[in-house]
């Protein structure tokens, strides 16, 4: 099957997006399968995800989301807002604020001039709920876990995906994020597995920041694990309710707002355009 698609990025956190509703056949091959043969940076196209654009029954527009492993997820934070610029640019619709189907719920990612600023909704603090197999009451805020020759703290928080969030005392730039980051994803508390975020505190409005991404490994930007870092360095009292989160891709600005929500404003880049051919099955 010949396929086209559309390479994005958001702080060089880069997706391969397929408009399945022009092309529906798609969504009948294996989309794990799928995702992991365009996602492999030598023998594919390259990229942390795939993004399917799909129609939706409750909201403007469905989207999916195959992590390079091909494990599909809830939610990505930067996939959404290149998700919106796509739709925008090509007069898919005309609204400023969109209604976005995903499995952590329907988001609404709006213009904000050049950038997309995304309403991420609550912050998930419940346990079970994140999910994280620990037995206490909610928030979970420096939860000790010993991973090799480290005696982590861990902050947990879901955007509609879980992450755990560690703040470290000293330069993550050489961090061993690699080593740590997989350990602590898999780690057995974690049933759905976890993202994972190193972090550095700047100042009250600055935070640094590495992700290590459930099913992707480490990549240049998160847009959910700025959010989750964002929220916990402000349950722990660490930050102002604005904060701007400095990744390896650049910066994302993440507000906690009264209403509960929080906010996520960044960038959204189109890359190039292409075909391929694909080889897979279909689904049985």
């Known amino acids: 099957m010949e396929i086209s698609f559309t390479k994005m990025h958001g702080l060089g956190n880069d997706f391969i997006l397929i408009n399945c509703i022009e092309q529906p056949g798609v969504t009948s091959l294996k989309l794990e399968d799928l995702s992991k043969t365009l996602c492999h940076r030598r023998f594919g196209i390259g990229a942390d995800q795939i993004l399917l654009l799909c129609p939706s029954e409750i909201a403007d527009f469905k989207m999916k989301i195959y992590n390079a492993d091909g494990g599909e997820v809830e939610m990505c934070g930067n996939g959404i807002r290149c998700f919106a610029r796509y739709i925008w640019d090509r007069g898919l619709s005309r609204k ?15 213009r904000a001039g050049d950038m997309v600023k995304v309403d991420m909704g609550e912050p998930i603090l419940e346990p079970e709920k994140i999910p994280v197999n ?7 805020i420096d939860y000790p876990m010993q991973i090799k020759d480290r005696n982590f703290k861990i902050t947990c928080v879901s955007m509609g995906n879980p992450h755990a969030v560690i703040f470290l005392g000293e330069n993550i730039s050489d961090f061993p994020v690699s080593m740590y980051g997989p350990l602590i994803e898999k780690h057995p508390i974690f049933p759905k597995r976890t993202n994972v975020e190193f972090v550095n505190v700047q100042s009250r409005t600055k935070l640094l920041m590495r992700v290590w991404e459930r099913g ?34 650049g910066d994302l600005l993440i507000q906690w707002h009264a209403n509960n929500h929080v906010y996520m404003t960044g960038p959204a880049a189109e890359v190039f355009q292409g075909k391929i051919d694909v080889h897979l099955t279909e689904r049985s």
């Open 96 to 110: 400023d604020v969109l209604e976005i189907e995903t499995l952590a719920g329907i988001i609404k990612p709006e």
């Open 134 to 140: 620990i037995k206490s009451s909610p928030p979970i």
């Open 216 to 249: 992707s490994g480490e990549t240049m930007a998160c847009g959910t694990g700025a959010s989750a870092t964002g929220v916990a360095a402000m349950l722990k009292g660490l930050t102002e309710r604005n904060v701007s989160v400095q990744l390896l891709g």
